[in-house]
């Protein structure tokens, strides 16, 4: 089946440690997009990639990293910069259309990360 | 940036109501979303409507760009509603937003 996996479901991590969220797709998107939802709230982005081997920052970025080797998958990177990197960690797609802007996302499950 | 609202923020209904849920925008956008968050996070879309209408089941939504909001209507409410509807938009400064969402409980 077509879709956006992301792994873990749940993660826990010691103050101090990196950690690395993986997002993968298989439905041939050419962007993908990592975002971060707290308790009662919307979604604000983190990074976004429209081709492999590029990325840009979004609204958040400082404290996380990220990476496009492949065009199916988007690595982020929580590092221990991020002060407060308990969230909920959601990863999109779309298809990119030059001259039409971002079109529409679909979402991933997400990861639930908790620092202890 | 582009700010976007919604409202109300907290509905509760019995089911088989309807209802009407509001998302207004700032400025101009090239792109409008509905989302639906189940009780597990997952983000369900509903609608991608920069500008008209359409309709799904008991669901439709409408965009009324140049007065810049959106409308999302719920017919015959299902426990199985419940959950956060959230409004993104995408201006034409390519800023993707979302807006702070609507809570839903749909009551048996």
């Known amino acids: 089946d077509g879709g956006i996996t992301q792994s873990p479901k749940y993660l826990f991590r010691k103050e101090g440690q990196n950690v690395t969220l993986s997002c993968e797709q298989n439905?041939?998107?050419?962007?993908m997009y990592w975002y971060r939802q707290d308790p009662g709230q919307g979604l604000r982005l983190i990074y976004y990639s429209q081709i492999v081997n590029d990325f840009q920052k979004g609204d958040i970025a400082e404290g996380y990293s990220v990476s496009r080797e492949k065009k199916e998958s988007f690595p982020l990177t929580v590092t221990s910069a991020q002060k407060n990197p308990t969230a909920f960690y959601l990863c999109?797609?779309?298809?990119?259309?030059?001259?039409?802007?971002?079109?529409?996302?679909?979402f991933g499950p997400g990861t639930r990360l908790t620092v202890l | 940036g582009i700010q976007v609202e919604q409202s109300p923020p907290d509905l509760i209904l019995q089911e088989g109501a309807n209802s009407t849920l509001r998302c207004n925008f700032s400025d101009s956008v090239n792109n409008l979303q509905w989302f639906h968050q189940n009780p597990w996070g997952q983000l369900i879309n509903l609608f991608y409507i920069p500008s008209g209408t359409k309709q799904n089941g008991r669901l439709s939504a409408t965009t009324v760009a140049t007065e810049r909001y959106s409308l999302l209507y719920i017919s015959s409410s299902q426990t199985t509603d419940s959950g956060v509807y959230f409004c993104?938009?995408?201006?034409?400064?390519?800023?993707?937003?979302f807006g702070p969402g609507t809570r839903l409980s749909v009551l048996p």
């Open positions: 993104a938009v995408v201006d034409y400064g390519q800023n993707f937003v």
């Open positions: 439905l041939n998107h050419d962007a």
């Open positions: 999109a797609s779309s298809i990119r259309q030059p001259g039409q802007g971002w079109n529409e996302q679909f």
